[in-house]
């Protein structure tokens, strides 16, 4: 984090904005249907690598699963 920047001056860390991020993450994939990864980024404005981490973090804690992962029936 650069110092002085606004993160800093509020007293957010990085472990706090990971949080938030997932957080938000969260909130939108149980508050919407058949959500993407794609429609995620756009919807946060999350990178694509910080998004994967985030799902990825989420499906290997079991909270999460890819759909395509899931055999039909």
């Known amino acids: 984090m650069e110092k002085g920047s606004i993160l800093e001056k509020s007293g957010v860390n990085s472990l706090t904005v990971?949080?938030?991020?997932?957080?938000?993450?969260?909130?939108?994939?149980?508050?919407h249907k058949?959500?993407?990864?794609?429609?995620?980024?756009?919807?946060?404005?999350?990178?694509?690598?910080t998004l994967s981490n985030i799902i990825n973090g989420l499906i290997e804690a079991g909270f999460l699963c890819n759909v395509h992962d899931m055999a039909p029936g």
């Open 18 to 31: 990971k949080e938030l991020n997932r957080a938000l993450v969260l909130k939108l994939i149980c508050t």
């Open 34 to 49: 058949d959500v993407s990864r794609i429609w995620l980024a756009n919807e946060t404005g999350l990178t694509r690598m």
